[in-house]
C-alpha cells in the first residue's frame, strides 16, 4: 500500500454477476482489490452503489454546446469542456463523441465543421481539460452526396473509432410511417406542408442515387482501417442480412423486435436509447427498450440525446423488467458497451481494470444521484 492508493469503502458494490458488501482498493489507477472486509481508511461510502464507470457509445450532445442557436457557434474548446462536464457529472468516464460526416437536410451545417470539433477534443485532451475519456463516433449519412469524401480523412487517418451507417430517408428505417416523420420535421424544420412534401421527394431521390455506392465504400474504408461499425435503425429482415454483410458489430436503434431478434441471433450488439427506456416507448413510434430487453435481445444502451438517462435507465431497468437483476442491467451501460468497442481495459470491477468508478446512491422508485466519479482512480466528479 503506498500514500496514492484509493480504498472505497462500505459500498455495494455491482460486480458483473452480483452486488457485494465491501470495499475496493485502487493502485497505480487500477483496481488491485475487492473486498468483502477492510480496517484500511478511505471514502466511507455509507452503502451507497459502486459501479463501473459508463459507457457511452452514441451521444449527440456535443453540438447543442457547439450550436446552441440556430447559426450561433460558441467556442469549440469551451463546447468540448461543458460536455465533458456534464458527461463526468452523469457517470460517464468513456464517452464516443457522435459528430457528423457530410451534409444532410439534418446536419445545420454541421457536417461541414467536424473537423472543427475532432480537433478541440483533440486539444482538450492533449491540455488534460477533460474528465472522461474521449473518442470519435463518425455517423454517415449514406445519403448525403458528399458523405464519402467527407467521411475518409476521419477513417483513413484514425481520427474516428466507431463508424455507424446510417440513412433517414423518409418512408424507411427510424421512420417506416410518413406520418410519424411529417410530424417529427414539422415540428423541428418550420416548413409548410408543401416545403415537407418536396423535402421528401429529394430526400429519396437523394437514396436512390447515393445510398448504395456511399455504404459500400465506407465499409471498405472502415475494414481497411479495422475501425468498429455500426448500423443504425435496422427495421427488416433483408436490413439485417446487410449489416451481417457487411460486417458490422453493433445494431444502433434496431426499430422493430423482428430486426432486433435478427441481430442478437447473429452475434451483433443490440443497443437502444436510454431515453426510451425511460419515457416509457420510442419518441418515433418504434419498438420499446423494455419490450426488447423482456426478450432477451438487449444488450447495450445509450444515453443518445439527455446524457443522464444512462443511468437512470441502468437503474431502472430492473424494475421495469422482473428477469433483469441490476448486475445485468449495469452491464449494458459498462461492461457490454465497452467490448462492443474494443475497449478490454474498462467496464467492470475487476483486479487489473481501469478504475474507473462511480458512486451512486439510489433508492427504489426514485432518481439516481451520482455522488463520486474517479478515471483511473483520480476523482473528476
Same mark, same amino acid.
Given at each position: 500500500m503506498t500514500d496514492t492508493d484509493l480504498v472505497l469503502k462500505n459500498a455495494r458494490i455491482v460486480l458483473p454477476d452480483a452486488v457485494v458488501e465491501g470495499a475496493v482498493v485502487v493502485q497505480g489507477g487500477e483496481i488491485a482489490a475487492v473486498e468483502t472486509t477492510t480496517n484500511a481508511a478511505g471514502e466511507d461510502f455509507g452503502g451507497d452503489y459502486l459501479i463501473p464507470g459508463l459507457v457511452e457509445l452514441h451521444t449527440d450532445h456535443l453540438e447543442g454546446h457547439y450550436a446552441p442557436r440556430p447559426g450561433v457557434r460558441w467556442d469549440p474548446v469551451a463546447a468540448v469542456q461543458a460536455h465533458d462536464a456534464q458527461i463526468a457529472g452523469c457517470g460517464i468516464t468513456t464517452v464516443f463523441d457522435a459528430v457528423r460526416a457530410?451534409?444532410?437536410?439534418?446536419?445545420? @451545417?454541421?457536417?461541414?465543421?467536424?473537423?472543427?470539433?475532432?480537433?478541440?477534443?483533440?486539444? =482538450?485532451?492533449?491540455?488534460?481539460?477533460?474528465?472522461?475519456?474521449?473518442?470519435?463516433?463518425?455517423?454517415?449519412?449514406?445519403?448525403?452526396?458528399?458523405?464519402?469524401?467527407?467521411?475518409?480523412?476521419?477513417?483513413?487517418?484514425?481520427?474516428?473509432?466507431?463508424?455507424?451507417?446510417?440513412?433517414?430517408?423518409?418512408?424507411?428505417?427510424?421512420?417506416?410511417?410518413?406520418?410519424?416523420?411529417?410530424?417529427?420535421?414539422?415540428?423541428?424544420?418550420?416548413?409548410?406542408?408543401?416545403?415537407?412534401?418536396?423535402?421528401?421527394?429529394?430526400?429519396?431521390?437523394?437514396?436512390?442515387q447515393c445510398a448504395a455506392p456511399n455504404r459500400a465504400e465506407i465499409v471498405r474504408l472502415c475494414h481497411e482501417s479495422n475501425i468498429v461499425i455500426a448500423s443504425h435503425d435496422d427495421a427488416t429482415p433483408?436490413?439485417?442480412?446487410? =449489416?451481417?454483410?457487411?460486417?458490422?458489430?453493433?445494431?444502433?436503434?434496431?426499430?422493430?423486435?423482428?430486426?432486433?431478434?435478427? +441481430?442478437?441471433? =447473429?452475434?451483433?450488439?443490440?443497443?437502444?436509447?436510454?431515453?426510451?427506456?425511460?419515457?416509457?416507448?420510442?419518441?418515433?413510434?418504434?419498438?420499446?427498450?423494455?419490450?426488447?430487453?423482456?426478450?432477451?435481445?438487449?444488450?447495450?444502451?445509450? +444515453?443518445?440525446?439527455?446524457?443522464? +438517462?444512462?443511468?437512470?435507465?441502468?437503474?431502472?431497468?430492473?424494475?421495469?423488467?422482473?428477469?433483469? @437483476?441490476?448486475?445485468?442491467?449495469?452491464?449494458?451501460?459498462?461492461?457490454?458497451?465497452?467490448?462492443?468497442?474494443?475497449?478490454?481495459?474498462?467496464?467492470?470491477?475487476?483486479?487489473?481494470?481501469?478504475?474507473?468508478?462511480v458512486r451512486v446512491r439510489a433508492t427504489p422508485g426514485a432518481v439516481p444521484v451520482v455522488k463520486g466519479v474517479w478515471l483511473k482512480g483520480q476523482r473528476v466528479a
Open positions: 457530410g451534409a444532410d437536410a439534418d446536419s445545420k @451545417d454541421l457536417g461541414h465543421e467536424t473537423r472543427t470539433l475532432t480537433d478541440a477534443i483533440a486539444s =482538450a485532451s492533449r491540455e488534460d481539460r477533460l474528465r472522461a475519456d474521449h473518442f470519435i463516433h463518425l455517423r454517415c449519412e449514406i445519403s448525403a452526396v458528399d458523405v464519402v469524401d467527407a467521411a475518409r480523412p476521419f477513417i483513413t487517418e484514425g481520427v474516428a473509432s466507431l463508424v455507424s451507417i446510417m440513412d433517414h430517408t423518409p418512408g424507411q428505417r427510424q421512420f417506416v410511417h410518413l406520418d410519424k416523420f411529417r410530424e417529427y420535421y414539422l415540428g423541428k424544420s418550420g416548413m409548410t406542408e408543401a416545403e415537407l412534401e418536396e423535402f421528401i421527394a429529394e430526400r429519396r431521390r437523394q437514396h436512390a433483408a436490413h439485417v442480412d446487410e =449489416a451481417i454483410a457487411d460486417d458490422v458489430a453493433i445494431a444502433e436503434f434496431p426499430t422493430t423486435v423482428e430486426a432486433a431478434k435478427a +441481430s442478437h441471433g =447473429a452475434g451483433l450488439r443490440v443497443l437502444m436509447g436510454a431515453p426510451n427506456l425511460v419515457r416509457g416507448g420510442s419518441h418515433s413510434g418504434n419498438v420499446s427498450a423494455a419490450e426488447l430487453a423482456g426478450l432477451g435481445v438487449l444488450d447495450i444502451m445509450s +444515453s443518445d440525446y439527455v446524457p443522464f +438517462s444512462l443511468l437512470f435507465a441502468a437503474f431502472m431497468l430492473p424494475e421495469r423488467v422482473e428477469a433483469i @437483476d441490476l448486475p445485468t442491467a449495469i452491464r449494458t451501460v459498462t461492461e457490454t458497451p465497452a467490448a462492443a468497442a474494443g475497449l478490454t481495459d474498462r467496464g467492470a470491477i475487476r483486479p487489473g481494470l481501469r478504475a474507473d468508478l
